[in-house]
């Protein structure tokens, strides 16, 4: 890296091309996910809003009741402002509006850094482009999940920490160190991203100034520390185990524990493969190779040098995800890789803004080194525009595994569809008993989440499984679900005693109260005491 490659400009002009080019892609994207019915096809998409509307809509309502242990916080709070109106809700734009902002967000930040080390208009467009046409990203984008606000959250942070190292300016790092605390409370890869960004911090400022480092490090570590404190706290007050996010019944880690469903835990070679195969089928193999070559020209050009470590920190989501597949903490299952299919195919997209950056980083050595005419250098880029975008649609659906996987998860069982359509005709009020960690009823029903109790619902729950007769209007059960909590736990005899039968479809079963029941109340005061 070059000093005098370094600038802290911005035409307003390339600034405006980039926003309005990502915004009309991501609202394009968005509008026919809508149109195809593909915003809540994830389940976690539907508990991600559902999330969100409980801090006002639910038996417990308040932020401090709501806040869970599985999940991070800072995705439902952003959801939470939009999730209050119903049409946003019923339809999943709550969660479409705070991840299309996300996108183009990430957008121009990638586009941003590019311009930090090259000034070269063409090469931040190429890195832009390259983000913005994947169409894993242009799905995700377009529903409630977090993986688009954690992308924004690493791409700002390593953006401002690449400006304050061009500018010295103290405000750029305070930026990063609050957006790295904001990607920590966003997923829990976001936590490993701090570890690594931290070391880049304390690498930057050993080759500014060794007198800075303990310093800056522990003005960019106290955010974070702030944060992970908060919700070590959160978890040992309301659940009795301060990583209870780690290990308790709602971890990732006990959830795949439960399926059986680690296929790679224990063995680094196959991590790194099922990983490998995973960013080839997200990414595609052209420019995963203009990747790796851009990755491996920039280490020739700048090697480890103290001023030049920021970049590398887009690498980070590599080792990252090897290791947290390697240790179990999380699972992709992929078509060509055993057990065969589409689980979680996401989590390899965070290396996607890495893979943007560093293809604009060798475009702008190519135009570096070209022999003077520049003619050949731009036919060629503008044949890969063309061939990448083909490259995906081409090899489809394998150039978009989060698609598929998704049309997987909207098409396995059409039955939940069905009996959420029923209940959107037949629902006329009550409560309804159902197990909502294993069933995603949609939204679209328009039954206020106050009136649904879960076997977790506090006080409530456990009452209810033991009465239903008493509490619930409605009951739902999956019999097909081997994880579903109401399986075997209602009495048989309650339910042919004080319940009709309406609805039975593969397996599912919905049960009306043939009499009233007095209507349900929690005693939050009582609640916050205990």
């Excluded at 509307?53 to 995705?75: C, E, H, K, N, V």
């Excluded at 046409?133 to 992308?151: F, W």
Aim: proline share 5%.
């Amino acid at each position: 890296m070059v000093d005098k490659f370094f600038s802290d400009e911005v035409t307003i002009k390339s600034f405006r091309r980039v926003f309005y080019f990502t915004l009309i892609v991501g609202f394009l994207a968005q509008l026919a996910s809508y149109y195809y019915e593909y915003v809540y096809a994830y389940p976690d998409s539907i508990s991600r809003v559902d999330i969100a509307r409980r801090f006002y809509d639910s038996l417990t309502p308040g932020i401090s009741q709501q806040l869970g242990t599985a999940w991070l916080p800072i995705p439902a709070v952003m959801i939470l402002p939009f999730a209050y109106f119903d049409f946003l809700w019923y339809t999943g734009l709550a969660g479409s509006i705070v991840n299309l902002t996300c996108f183009v967000i990430t957008s121009l930040c990638i586009f941003l850094s590019v311009r930090l080390i090259t000034e070269h208009r063409l090469s931040q467009y190429i890195a832009v482009f390259i983000f913005v046409i994947n169409p894993n990203i242009l799905y995700l984008q377009t529903t409630a999940m977090s993986e688009m606000i954690l992308m924004m959250f690493m791409t700002a942070s390593v953006y401002y920490l690449l400006k304050w190292n061009v500018t010295g300016e103290k405000v750029w790092f305070i930026y990063s160190a609050i957006l790295t605390a904001l990607a920590v409370g966003s997923r829990y890869e976001g936590w490993t991203f701090a570890v690594f960004i931290v070391i880049a911090v304390v690498l930057l400022c050993f080759g500014k100034n060794k007198t800075m480092v303990l310093r800056y490090s522990i003005l960019y570590v106290a955010p974070t520390a702030l944060f992970v404190g908060f919700w070590l706290y959160h978890n040992w007050s309301v659940y009795g185990d301060p990583i209870a996010f780690l290990r308790g019944e709602y971890s990732a880690g006990a959830w795949f524990e439960k399926g059986g469903r680690f296929n790679a835990k224990g063995d680094l070679l196959f991590s790194l493969v099922v990983y490998l195969n995973n960013i080839v089928q997200l990414i595609g193999t052209i420019p995963l190779l203009l990747f790796g070559v851009g990755v491996i020209i920039y280490f020739l050009v700048n090697k480890f040098r103290f001023s030049a470590i920021t970049p590398y920190v887009f690498l980070i989501s590599i080792p990252v995800t090897v290791y947290l597949v390697y240790s179990g903490s999380i699972i992709i299952e992929m078509p060509n890789i055993e057990p065969y299919g589409y689980y979680n195919a996401r989590y390899g997209v965070f290396i996607i803004p890495g893979v943007a950056f560093f293809i604009g980083y060798l475009s702008y050595k190519i135009y570096e080194y070209r022999y003077y005419n520049n003619l050949p250098y731009y036919i060629g880029y503008f044949v890969l525009a063309l061939i990448i975008p083909l490259s995906y649609y081409y090899n489809w659906p394998k150039g978009a595994p989060v698609i598929v996987e998704t049309a997987f998860f909207n098409n396995s069982r059409p039955e939940i569809n069905r009996a959420s359509e029923f209940l959107r005709m037949n629902y006329k009020g009550g409560t309804i008993f159902y197990d909502g960690v294993n069933f995603s009823l949609k939204p679209w029903t328009k039954i206020d989440i106050k009136q649904r109790i879960y076997p977790e619902s506090w006080e409530v729950g456990p009452k209810t499984l033991a009465r239903p007769q008493d509490y619930a209007n409605w009951i739902l059960i999956d019999n097909k679900n081997p994880y579903y909590r109401l399986r075997d736990k209602v009495d048989p005899i309650v339910l042919d005693k004080f319940y009709d039968l309406l609805y039975v479809d593969n397996g599912i079963e919905i049960y009306r109260r043939n009499a009233p029941i007095e209507p349900i109340s929690v005693d939050l005061k009582k609640k916050d005491e205990q």
